[in-house]
Structures are given as C-alpha cells and as structure tokens.
C-alpha cells in the first residue's frame, strides 16, 4: 500500500465516522434523508463495480433488491432471526446473479440492458403469482429493528463495499476487467476468462443489492410486489452512479448525494410528472455529462497541471 492509499482508506474512515452520528442529531426527516443516501450509496457503488469497468448497463438492481426484501419478509413471517436473513439474502443475491450472468453476459449493448430490465419484470410477476396462489397479497415485516439501526447497517455495508472495491481494483480481477471494458475481444484473446471475471463481479453487485433490500425490508413494513421490484429503483441506480461518475470508487456518492435531495424535492413538487423527469435526467446526463462529475473534476485538474506548465 503506498501513502495515497493510507491516506485515502483514512480520509474514508473519518467521514464514515461523521455520517455515523448523524442519528444523535434527533432530527426525524435528517435521519431518513440519510437512510436514503446511504442506500443509493451503496446501490450505486457496488453497480458502478461492475458495470464501470465492464460498460455493461444493467437495470437489474430491482431484482435483487426485491429478493432480499422478500428473503428477510418470509424468513421472519416463519421464525427466523433477521440477523439470519441477511447472509442468506446475499447468498440468494449471489446465486440469481451468476444464473443470470451465466444466462446473458455473452449478450452486449441494448441485448443486455433489455434482458436485465426485463428481470425485475420476471420476478415480480412470479411472486405475485405465487402469492395469489397461496391467497396472501403482502407479508409483514415486525421488527424490533429502528431507522437508526438501519442506517447504521448500511453505513458498515458501505464500508464493507468501498473496501471490496479498493481490493478488487488493485487485483488481478480488476486488471482483466478494466482490458474487457477497453476490449473485450483482446482480452478473450489475452487468455483472460472474460465470462468467469463478469459473473463473479456481477455477484458482488448482486449480493450487496440482495443485502440492503434486506436491511430496508423492517422500515417499509409491509412488503409487497410493486413496492420490493419497483423498476425505478433501478433506473434511479443507473442516474446516480452515472451523474458521479465511475471512473472513480467514490464517483458515485459524488452523485447519489445532490440527486437524492434534488429527488425529494421533485417528487414533493411534482409527484404525477416523475417518471417524465427521470427520463429527461438520464438524457441530460448522457449528453451533458458522459463522465459524470469525476470526468468534470479530472478534467479541471488536468487544465490546471496544464497552465502551470505553460506559466
């Protein structure tokens, strides 16, 4: 490890440590701002792990996400500790994902997008199958579980992420996926096993996604299709972790912070038009900011380091 390395694992033990007592504020709507944040914080890191260096856009946040909700809703519904549900949600998470990788990550480009948005779809429809089946249209989800434990929760999972990732990035994995992002056909031919690096990547992201639906399942209650495998979720993932950048491990929360808040407002101001205005947010970011606010920054950086030379 070099001293930039320390440096940075320090900076970001400082600042978890300060998010950390954001609950002894006592502000109610501050906490579950920040049970929001810290989610898409997550969310869009471990996206951004595999879908930064591979290029691949998937929508598949919702399924796993789901999963895990339902994972903690049945498993408590039939006496099992929530603490328990949790390992067995990204063990779940962990193998839909591989079966989907398995599955589609020989697809590329729109092939692959359309196949994981559909995936949510997928599941969703087979649980609302199998709940009218056995004529149950919800679960309840009673915990002794708070919004502060939850949060709580989450930032060690984020930590646990950013940690995975800083690994991952320094390994020979990460070294295989960055040569797959750039080429993948250069990379099969390198000798590298590009569908055994994508599938074990995918896993991560999916197992953390499984993960944190899990831990939100005891603040939503009662859980339900439409709520667990809403398709926004992943839509608004994909808005985040582009708007920060993923060039970058921190790129993300870089985005997921000014969004959310920017979010909150539009859906308190403009609750029938939101969908309308995530479509226009995801144009505006593609065409405006391709690199998001890492490429912004980097490129300021760049222009300074370029003037001092002329000067």
């Avoid at 694992?9 to 978890?16: D, E, G, M, W």
């Avoid at 997928?122 to 056995?134: A, E, K, P």
């Avoid at 930590?159 to 960055?178: D, E, K, N, P, Q």
Wanted: overall charge positive; some cysteine.
């Amino acid at each position: 490890m070099t001293k930039r390395d320390w440096q940075s694992i320090t900076l970001s033990a400082v600042l978890l440590a300060v998010a950390a007592c954001l609950p002894l504020t006592g502000d109610a709507y501050m906490l579950s701002i920040g049970i929001t944040i810290a989610m898409y914080a997550v969310l869009a890191t471990s996206w951004a792990l595999f879908s930064g260096p591979t290029h691949y856009i998937s929508l598949a946040t919702a399924a796993f996400f789901g999963l895990g909700t339902y994972t903690t809703a049945i498993g408590i519904e039939n006496g099992l500790n929530y603490w328990a549900t949790l390992p067995i949600a990204a063990v779940l998470g962990a193998v839909l994902a591989a079966l989907v990788g398995l599955a589609t990550l020989r697809l590329s480009g729109v092939y692959f997008v359309i196949f994981t948005l559909g995936l949510a779809e997928l599941v969703r429809q087979v649980v609302t199958w199998g709940q009218n089946v056995s004529g149950q249209k919800g679960l309840y989800v009673l915990t002794d579980i708070t919004e502060v434990h939850i949060y709580w929760q989450l930032l060690v999972l984020g930590g646990i992420v950013y940690l995975t990732g800083w690994a991952i990035g320094r390994s020979r994995l990460g070294f295989a996926l960055r040569i797959i992002g750039d080429d993948e056909e250069v990379a099969r031919h390198s000798g590298i096993n590009t569908s055994r690096a994508k599938i074990l990547l995918f896993m991560v992201s999916g197992a953390t996604a499984a993960v944190v639906g899990s831990m939100l399942a005891p603040r939503y209650i009662y859980i339900e299709p439409a709520l667990a495998f809403t398709p926004m979720l992943s839509f608004l993932v994909v808005i985040m972790a582009l708007l920060g950048g993923t060039g970058r491990l921190w790129g993300p929360l870089v985005g997921v912070i000014p969004f959310t808040l920017l979010w909150e407002a539009i859906s308190a101001s403009f609750p029938n038009q939101t969908t309308l205005l995530l479509g226009l947010s995801f144009l505006v970011i593609v065409y405006l900011l391709p690199r998001g606010f890492v490429g912004l920054i980097e490129s300021g950086k760049r222009r300074m380091r370029e003037r001092e030379a002329f000067a």
